[in-house]
């Protein structure tokens, strides 16, 4: 894996939305993790999680702004996604932070752009990195390249 890149001005401004859309919307237990993606057109797409009673029911907040995207403007691919986490008041040494992005959530990543750059974790800092390096081996079905 190549060691991730530092980050643009246009990623902080990323981060930036991802935490405005979980502050905005937090609800504990329910709303916790934000994101926002960075569309190859250069559109900015939020998006918070679905928490779910039923827990397999839950959608990740990667997921609500993409969909968020297709239904405004059509798949335009991504160019950078992140997700952050909101810590609820009972974690009171914590503070917003970028998290990664869950198997299932890189895959649909990969799926809508191959190309997508994510923002990731980097010790206490984060950084970007490919879809393509946070996901080797991607599920394929039967013999499909
Ligand atoms: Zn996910």
Same mark, same amino acid.
């Given at each position: 894996m190549k060691k991730p890149a530092a980050l643009s001005k246009a990623d902080r401004e990323l981060i930036a939305a991802a935490s405005a859309a979980i502050k905005a *919307?937090?609800?504990?237990?329910?709303?916790?993790v934000g994101a926002a993606l960075r569309t190859r057109s250069g559109k900015i797409f939020t998006g918070v999680n679905l928490d779910a009673y039923l827990g397999r029911m839950a959608v990740c907040a990667e997921a609500v702004a993409l969909g968020r995207a297709v239904v405004e403007i059509?798949?335009?691919?991504?160019d950078t996604i992140v997700a952050v986490r909101q810590p609820?008041? *009972?974690?009171?040494d914590q503070s917003i932070a970028v998290v990664s992005p869950c198997g299932a959530c890189r895959e649909l990543i990969f799926d809508y752009d191959p190309k997508a750059r994510v923002i990731v974790p980097n010790g206490k800092k984060a950084a970007a990195a490919q879809i393509a390096d946070l996901l080797p081996n991607k599920y394929r079905r039967g013999s499909e390249t």
């Open positions: *919307r937090y609800r504990d237990d329910w709303q916790e059509g798949d335009e691919g991504i609820p008041p *009972r974690e009171k």
